[in-house]
């Protein structure tokens, strides 16, 4: 308050009242947050929620902004606020935890049962400011999985935890970490002998929950090349996945036989990425990738050569670069010019060996946009082209635009 907003007390308490008036002029449903919540004056704070509620706010959000609480102490200072403010009742209480010391989790979850919250911000994969937010997968699984603790409903589709994990880690750019609790890619594997062969005898002994129920497949069996259409369109359907049209499945099923041919066992990540690729939308794109050669030799700069077309004409990029992803992609710049600034580059191997197909995400920034463009294929210099010439053409479009956010406490 002294020194962000140069504010006394008084001052922050009437302008609290007067946001919350006027936000309640134009909408039914107010939430007010509290900023830095958990490290302020217990009274005062009191003060403001009461103020807050009693000119209309419907949900009472107490942040811990900057990650400092601990779940006992945090869920305990939950408690003694509603019990101080006299009209606690006529509100829902949210809590907005960060990650800074690893328990955005804990913290909100104690919130939940020790403090009497009903709400918890959190987001998918914990992504957020610095070291994140809490985990929505996590606090989900937390409250099913041990509901003689907590004793509530979440009212969640929970078989749609994988599916929304893999779709913004795929946007954003973010890999899931392997050892991620509920959506890792290791989350379900055993790799102990003493640990493996209990569950075989009985899944329970080392599984609290079901991977089928977050939204993992069940079913192991991998296609290949010898695989037919209705095969994939099973799998399809097993994943959750539904093409619009009979010609969407087959430009997937065709990029399916192309990858079988390259690759000789598919898993559900491949075909995740496969129907991800927006390359499989109908509508024309003005760039698209027709050709990618390079050369990378130790001691000698790496150099590339792409041909690509631009409006349906075909032209052809040269460059050199610090590496064949670096050549290639000054290649494709080389001859559109764009001038946007590439202020993310990521990679994930989508399977776990050499076979694997890489999934870059390639973000670009000009004039105040930002767009991401994700590609996928087992050459990741080729992957790489292909996300890069899938952001161009959001740039081109302007589609896909991404907006840069804050905490919005």
Same mark, same amino acid.
């Given at each position: ?70 779940? !006992? ?63 929505? !997968? ?272």
């Amino acid at each position: 308050m002294e020194k962000k907003l140069r504010m006394t007390p008084e001052q922050v308490l009437e302008q609290t009242v007067k946001a919350v008036r006027y936000a309640r002029s134009l909408a039914e449903d107010v939430e007010f947050s509290a900023e830095d919540a958990s490290r302020s004056e217990m009274d005062f704070l009191a003060r403001v929620c009461e103020a807050a509620i009693r000119e209309g706010a419907r949900t009472i959000n107490i942040p811990d902004t900057v990650g400092y609480a601990t779940p !006992e102490q945090f869920g305990a200072f939950i408690k003694t606020l509603r019990e101080k403010v006299p009209n606690s009742d006529q509100a829902i209480w949210s809590v907005h935890c960060h990650d800074d010391l690893g328990m955005a989790v804990a913290n909100s979850l104690a919130g939940v049962r020790i403090g009497g919250a009903r709400q918890v911000e959190c987001t998918i994969n914990g992504l957020g400011e610095r070291a994140g937010n809490c985990s929505l !997968e996590e606090v989900v699984m937390a409250c099913r999985t041990r509901r003689d603790y907590f004793q509530l409903e979440v009212g969640i589709d929970t078989t749609q935890i994988v599916p929304a994990s893999r779709l913004v880690s795929r946007t954003t750019g973010f890999v899931v970490q392997p050892n991620k609790a509920i959506v890792g890619a290791n989350a379900f594997a055993h790799a102990s002998g003493i640990h493996q062969d209990g569950v075989l005898k009985a899944r329970d002994t080392y599984e609290i929950m079901r991977a089928e129920d977050v939204g993992w497949s069940a079913n192991k069996i991998v296609l290949g090349k010898l695989s037919g259409r209705n095969a994939f369109k099973q799998r399809l359907q097993e994943l959750g996945i539904t093409l619009g049209t009979e010609g969407e499945l087959l430009a997937a099923f065709a990029r399916f036989k192309d990858l079988a041919d390259r690759k000789s066992e598919i898993f559900d990540e491949d075909i995740l990425a496969l129907v991800g690729d927006e390359s499989l939308a109908p509508v024309k794109e003005h760039y698209g990738l027709v050709s990618l050669s390079q050369r990378s030799e130790t001691g000698e700069q790496p150099s590339a050569e792409v041909i690509f077309t631009a409006d349906g004409k075909e032209v052809t990029g040269t460059s050199t670069g610090n590496g064949p992803v670096d050549a290639s992609l000054k290649a494709i710049e080389s001859r559109v010019a764009s001038g946007a600034e590439m202020v993310l580059y990521s990679v994930n191997a989508i399977s776990g060996n050499t076979e694997s197909q890489g999934e870059v995400t390639v973000r670009l920034q000009k004039d105040g946009r930002i767009v991401n463009g994700v590609g996928a294929d087992p050459d990741i210099v080729v992957a790489s082209a292909k996300a890069y010439i899938n952001a161009l053409n959001k740039l081109h479009s302007g589609a896909g635009a991404v907006k840069a956010q804050g905490e919005g406490v």
